[in-house]
């Protein structure tokens, strides 16, 4: 029998789960639930219903594992902490410093429930966050970096929206070449901020807008460009749209770590990722994940799990022999 799963929410993310849920026979989807009015949603799934969220906890007993595709800054704290109150839950919760309050809030709700929720799967933190812990098990005497891009960062792309005179606008963050290059030599560089990251943005301004205050007032905003050397060209809305639709991203994780009794032998591991779209990727490890959650649920192995918790073989809808035969 399928695993039934259903979709909170409807935007880059959770259409991403959808697309994707067709190349896993395995599970159907079952229902999307939101905020906004459900006849105005139109879904990619013929035949799919979609609900009011206000109407989940009436369908707890109609799914088996459900999507929380909202977003980190507000939704998902809430949310999740909520609904694994009802259903076996999973998320792509992504602000990291406060990961460790998110699963304590996950935790004791979805214990006291006898679900299992899966928290802050997807690429960062997700499968990059595997490769440091694989890579510092293995490498114990060594260095940890990782680089993101070249690819589009939502949050500083919103960042730029919000400056007056911007009609439209897009960042995008690109690792340093000479940084990367460093750190796969084995040279174990202690870099800054600026050392591993430029910020490229690109901007439609509204007409009679003053450039030069655009571009200063975005350079100089904390906590976004101030740190970075940052460009900013401005384009046309013909252009913008022509070239800049995208949700590309990506990234590297490295290790670079000596083994010898004199430390004469030098290892350099690296995880990368090129992502054509961002949402669609990270959706796909939430399926893998999501499989899991009903296999621990099955288990009787409750609560929140991250995805150091997790045996791989779960991830696969192969069997234990298939997986032996032929991945090992």
């Not at 595997?130 to 960062?153: E, M």
């Not at 009609?167 to 202690?190: F, H, I, M, W």
């Not at 600026?194 to 905003?221: L, N, P, S, Y």
């Amino acid at each position: 029998m399928a695993i039934r799963v259903g979709i909170i929410g409807y935007g880059n993310l959770a259409r991403g789960v959808e697309s994707e849920l067709r190349k896993n026979p395995d599970m159907e989807l079952k229902g999307i639930f939101t905020r906004r009015d459900p006849s105005s949603v139109k879904t990619h799934t013929e035949g799919v219903p979609v609900y009011s969220v206000n109407d989940i906890v009436s369908k707890k007993d109609d799914f088996d594992v459900m999507f929380i595709c909202g977003g980190s800054a507000t939704d998902l704290p809430e949310q999740t902490k909520e609904y694994a109150k009802y259903f076996n839950v999973i998320d792509s919760f992504d602000t990291h410093a406060r990961i460790p309050e998110h699963f304590a809030n996950v935790d004791a709700s979805a214990k006291a429930a006898n679900k299992v929720a899966v928290i802050s799967a997807g690429w960062d933190p997700g499968m990059f966050s595997l490769t440091r812990l694989y890579s510092n098990a293995v490498l114990p005497n060594g260095n940890d970096y990782t680089f993101w891009g070249k690819g589009v960062s939502q949050g500083h792309s919103d960042a730029i929206r919000r400056v007056p005179g911007v009609k439209n606008g897009k960042q995008y963050t690109v690792p340093v070449d000479a940084a990367l290059d460093a750190v796969r030599s084995g040279k174990n560089p202690e870099l800054t901020t600026r050392q591993k990251h430029t910020r490229e943005c690109f901007v439609v301004a509204e007409e009679g807008a003053d450039k030069a205050q655009i571009e200063k007032t975005i350079k100089e905003m904390p906590n976004y460009f101030s740190d970075y050397d940052t460009t900013v060209t401005f384009i046309t809305e013909e252009e913008f749209k022509k070239n800049h639709s995208g949700m590309n991203h990506g990234g590297f994780v490295f290790r670079s770590g000596k083994t010898g009794f004199n430390n004469e032998n030098d290892h350099v591991i690296e995880y990368s990722l090129k992502l054509d779209s961002n949402p669609e990727f990270t959706a796909s490890v939430l399926i893998a994940y999501a499989r899991a959650a009903y296999r621990l649920e099955q288990k009787g192995d409750y609560g929140c799990k991250t995805v150091f918790d997790i045996a791989p073989a779960l991830l696969s809808p192969l069997s234990g022999e298939e997986i032996r035969a032929h991945l090992l």
